[in-house]
């Protein structure tokens, strides 16, 4: 690394998760925060008085020791607490740990030994989880105590937990200001595990830069201000609920905290949406799906068209992208990016001014997009060797990914080489970038075929195989090849009486795929087989695939 | 400070201002950059484009020996070449010396000399201030070799420099890419020297990593993104023309640099302001007064509705900032800042929407305030002591400022002290800071009357005085005192034939002043003493004052 003449600037002043709460307390004291408690009900607040709080929290922090080098869980849904806990513990240095309430018990026991996690602060309504993991001697061996979250006097809440403590009784009476101290910015602040298909899960440590970062980049991704609103959606237990909130913070922005919800009231959250007039929100098209369907269900169509409805996990449907946007005004934004990218990296804001004439059905598809890379991170795609290919829009291969935010290894996991190379850090997802510079994923890279040095993507095969009239279903696997490594397999179901050939197959493919990309073999079957939950089961067909 | 669990993040991911070049010609690469030549000629290129002359140039570079730890000057208008040094030198970790050249020659001189500046980049319109230069023996120790920048085949140019190089030249036929190193964080990339009233000039060196987060914040603060079209007004070699080159890079934005102008010219800078349909620009209500009367002048007024003009220097006028709203649709906004401070750390971008109900009058008055500090620096008003007024609007104190992007020494400058006060940077000027968070300032802290341990502000009370109808012009100085250090002395200049007493003065201010504030004598004068440039001489009005 270059050093050259040194500057006279703050350099050593530290980036600090929690300093935009000082910032939001100090510029923006009024701000409301509105919440909703466990119980359904609505309350609102506002930054001063949440910064008075997590004051008094600190206080409370410093009489249970928990301070620089302290893990402490949290096991609570989108409320106040858990907001102001993301705040107060890093503020004293210690580490908030994200306990995610849906993962299999044995793995949230196993992310509480492995974080060596020695409070755990629980909702009242999660109790039965917390109770169930005291009972654990690996729990047992780390966890000094629990702080129990409720608006109800602690008299009325009976638990078997040991050692408890109750948030409002720590807080109350206890002085609204605090000697604050800077924490060093490599620190981490949160604690995240990711839940992988294969194996434990993988711990990805925050540091107050990172995510400070972080917040400043998709405040920009989103422009963010303080004439929004913004509701985290997404549960705050998942990916610090992707740094909305910290953003939220950080631009001053209202807040909506939208409290414990599932499937079957998830009409509150879209009454919030649009009686609080919330301009910035997170989730997931199955999230989207439903406040859409309530939304269609209403008298009157409400007025969202300055909301922005930042959306992942997979590509969002064409209908839900038209739907908000005819119905409402409001826009879906694809983000991109997983736990070990704090989350994000990319954003699909608007279209690029200079693209020229785009048909709206081309503006559609390109929404459809992961979009462009937000400024502070380098994205590539590569070959298998790590070599940079063209942004050309055809050449397929992996993301690797690498910037202050992106984790460069896992917390005491020593053998996991293979998802990092030459300081980038790879995401298992294949796509291209356009010329423009949009990213568009096509695969993971367990569905990509790799043949010959050079890779298929099933995916795309699969759609092309779809297009022949005569096929009902296709799934096309890699299977494994002495010399070219993998070639691919198509499956194809016909429909009712029709025949289907190999060379009816490579005709229809022919367009899109190169000769040497054309199935060696078409097998005709009666039908694919499918998970419990119906997807496609292709590690099934390779399992029993045999020459 | 606190150390606690260490992350697992891209800690030591370096800060680096070129790496917002690097995000630009990859993901907006075919981005215009619009840009006048010397001769009055618009040109245009792009980022794709400008990378590449940036990596030949850091070739050029390797070859004259500029790298880490070079400081390289700079002697240009807002020109393409001048945009291209902002990245090419930081990129391969030297440092860039912004030369005023409005700067007196002594001054110029002390400057080349105090950074030890190796090279200068000068553009041929310049050139006799080079060649002025280069005749000291100060410069003459410093400086190994000049690099004229010109349009023209060198064989044009004629100048008694030794050692030249030209820009072009050294550029063609280098390889358009390069093998870019990261750059040490705290490296400084850009040194600026401020000029104060007293004294030598004095060093700002600003670091990758201080100008990195400034760029982020101001991205933020004016929502800068893609979609914007930018024109870096203030000139490029005064405090990096305010980091708004940086933060279009960043944000991916459209540029047009205005290249050289005057106010004999201005209309060529408002003609491109509308054509280009400018939507980011910086500058001083000297520069935008001049503007809005061209456009005052044109048949049909422009709608520059999405336009956000960076108003900075003074508070802008009522007529400048209504003007422009009422004819064009663009919106003023008052930022503040000084060298030391990277520049901004506070803008006035849109109105809060928690005020309440404001009458017209109240949002203009509101508008004209320096506003919002910026996410990332602190802002405090302070006693001379340095203790924390309330932010209630009426405390009157010094502005003091701290954060990533806040000086915290003067190069190689011992005797500062005065200016700095535990981490924090004492800005000089004096204001308030209101419950809704917005700084408002009244006075330069020179203007202000230290008396008891408490501020009087002479312009409050210059304005309270000319409230009387029998007064024509006042100026109000502080004397000292040996109980109370300073006190307050009023000169007033009566209207024709009136009659002004003490007793008058303390009647028309009591409303506005404490009993201990007014002032102790009124002397009444024929006329204020004034400097060539038409403003009060207060410092004659203290050197003449005697009891």
């Given at each position: 690394m270059l050093r050259g003449i040194p500057s006279t600037m703050g350099d050593d002043y530290p980036l600090n998760i929690s300093s935009f709460l000082t910032h939001a307390a100090t510029v923006f004291p009024d701000t409301e925060i509105v919440h909703r408690s466990i119980d359904g009900a609505w309350h609102r607040t506002d930054y001063a008085q949440m910064r008075r709080r997590v004051a008094q929290l600190a206080h409370a922090f410093d009489e249970l020791g928990i301070g620089a080098g302290t893990m402490a869980g949290v096991l609570d849904w989108n409320q106040l607490r858990h907001f102001e806990l993301y705040f107060a513990v890093p503020s004293v240095g210690a580490t908030m740990l994200q306990m995610n309430l849906r993962l299999a018990p044995a793995d949230l026991v196993y992310v509480v030994e492995h974080s060596q996690a020695e409070w755990v602060f629980v909702d009242e309504s999660l109790l039965p989880i917390a109770e169930q993991l005291a009972q654990k001697e690996e729990v047992r061996s780390t966890v000094k105590g629990w702080v129990v979250m409720t608006d109800k006097p602690s008299s009325e809440i009976s638990t078997s937990l040991e050692n408890v403590h109750f948030y409002e009784d720590l807080i109350a009476d206890r002085p609204e200001e605090y000697d604050w101290q800077f924490v060093e910015e490599t620190t981490a602040c949160y604690a995240g595990y990711t839940t992988g298909t294969t194996g434990r899960p993988k711990g990805i440590y925050y540091s107050n830069r990172s995510m400070y970062l972080h917040t400043l980049g998709i405040m920009n991704a989103l422009k963010m201000g303080y004439t929004d609103t913004v509701m985290p959606v997404t549960p705050m237990f998942h990916v610090v609920s992707w740094g909305i909130p910290q953003a939220a913070v950080a631009a001053g922005a209202r807040v909506v905290l939208p409290g414990r919800f599932t499937a079957d009231n998830i009409g509150d959250v879209a009454e919030a949406l649009i009686s609080e007039g919330v301009t910035v929100a997170n989730g997931a098209p199955s999230l989207f799906a439903p406040i859409l369907e309530y939304i269609k269900a209403l008298p009157e169509a409400p007025d969202l068209s300055r909301a922005r409805l930042v959306s992942g996990a997979t590509e969002p449907p064409l209908s839900l992208m038209k739907g908000f946007s005819d119905l409402t005004g409001a826009q879906i934004i694809h983000a991109y990016g997983a736990s070990e990218t704090s989350p994000v990296v990319s954003a699909n804001w608007q279209i690029k001014p200079d693209l020229g004439e785009l048909s709206e059905a081309e503006r559609w598809d390109l929404k459809r997009a992961q979009g462009l890379p937000v400024a502070g991170v380098e994205m590539k795609i590569a070959d298998p060797t790590g070599v940079e290919l063209p942004r050309?829009?055809?050449?397929v291969g992996e993301v690797f990914l690498r910037g202050?935010?992106?984790?460069?290894s896992y917390h005491q996991l020593a053998d996991n080489d293979e998802r990092f190379h030459d300081g980038w850090w790879r995401s298992g997802d294949v796509g291209v970038i356009t010329p423009a510079g949009y990213l568009k994923l096509t695969d993971r890279l367990k569905d990509v075929i790799k043949s010959g040095g050079e890779w298929i993507s099933s995916i795309d095969m699969e759609n092309g195989i779809l297009d022949h009239p005569n096929v009902l279903e296709a799934a096309v696997i890699g299977v494994p090849d002495e010399k070219y490594q993998e070639r691919p397999v198509a499956y194809v179901v016909p429909r009712d009486g029709q025949d289907v050939t190999r060379e009816d197959i490579a005709e229809v493919l022919g367009e899109r795929f190169a000769k040497w990309q054309l199935p060696d073999q078409v097998i005709i079957v009666e039908e694919l087989p499918r998970t419990s939950v119906g997807k496609l089961d292709k590690k099934l067909l390779r399992a029993n695939w045999s020459e």
């Amino acid at each position: 690394m270059l050093r050259g003449i040194p500057s006279t600037m703050g350099d050593d002043y530290p980036l600090n998760i929690s300093s935009f709460l000082t910032h939001a307390a100090t510029v923006f004291p009024d701000t409301e925060i509105v919440h909703r408690s466990i119980d359904g009900a609505w309350h609102r607040t506002d930054y001063a008085q949440m910064r008075r709080r997590v004051a008094q929290l600190a206080h409370a922090f410093d009489e249970l020791g928990i301070g620089a080098g302290t893990m402490a869980g949290v096991l609570d849904w989108n409320q106040l607490r858990h907001f102001e806990l993301y705040f107060a513990v890093p503020s004293v240095g210690a580490t908030m740990l994200q306990m995610n309430l849906r993962l299999a018990p044995a793995d949230l026991v196993y992310v509480v030994e492995h974080s060596q996690a020695e409070w755990v602060f629980v909702d009242e309504s999660l109790l039965p989880i917390a109770e169930q993991l005291a009972q654990k001697e690996e729990v047992r061996s780390t966890v000094k105590g629990w702080v129990v979250m409720t608006d109800k006097p602690s008299s009325e809440i009976s638990t078997s937990l040991e050692n408890v403590h109750f948030y409002e009784d720590l807080i109350a009476d206890r002085p609204e200001e605090y000697d604050w101290q800077f924490v060093e910015e490599t620190t981490a602040c949160y604690a995240g595990y990711t839940t992988g298909t294969t194996g434990r899960p993988k711990g990805i440590y925050y540091s107050n830069r990172s995510m400070y970062l972080h917040t400043l980049g998709i405040m920009n991704a989103l422009k963010m201000g303080y004439t929004d609103t913004v509701m985290p959606v997404t549960p705050m237990f998942h990916v610090v609920s992707w740094g909305i909130p910290q953003a939220a913070v950080a631009a001053g922005a209202r807040v909506v905290l939208p409290g414990r919800f599932t499937a079957d009231n998830i009409g509150d959250v879209a009454e919030a949406l649009i009686s609080e007039g919330v301009t910035v929100a997170n989730g997931a098209p199955s999230l989207f799906a439903p406040i859409l369907e309530y939304i269609k269900a209403l008298p009157e169509a409400p007025d969202l068209s300055r909301a922005r409805l930042v959306s992942g996990a997979t590509e969002p449907p064409l209908s839900l992208m038209k739907g908000f946007s005819d119905l409402t005004g409001a826009q879906i934004i694809h983000a991109y990016g997983a736990s070990e990218t704090s989350p994000v990296v990319s954003a699909n804001w608007q279209i690029k001014p200079d693209l020229g004439e785009l048909s709206e059905a081309e503006r559609w598809d390109l929404k459809r997009a992961q979009g462009l890379p937000v400024a502070g991170v380098e994205m590539k795609i590569a070959d298998p060797t790590g070599v940079e290919l063209p942004r050309d829009g055809t050449s397929v291969g992996e993301v690797f990914l690498r910037g202050p935010w992106i984790t460069t290894s896992y917390h005491q996991l020593a053998d996991n080489d293979e998802r990092f190379h030459d300081g980038w850090w790879r995401s298992g997802d294949v796509g291209v970038i356009t010329p423009a510079g949009y990213l568009k994923l096509t695969d993971r890279l367990k569905d990509v075929i790799k043949s010959g040095g050079e890779w298929i993507s099933s995916i795309d095969m699969e759609n092309g195989i779809l297009d022949h009239p005569n096929v009902l279903e296709a799934a096309v696997i890699g299977v494994p090849d002495e010399k070219y490594q993998e070639r691919p397999v198509a499956y194809v179901v016909p429909r009712d009486g029709q025949d289907v050939t190999r060379e009816d197959i490579a005709e229809v493919l022919g367009e899109r795929f190169a000769k040497w990309q054309l199935p060696d073999q078409v097998i005709i079957v009666e039908e694919l087989p499918r998970t419990s939950v119906g997807k496609l089961d292709k590690k099934l067909l390779r399992a029993n695939w045999s020459e």
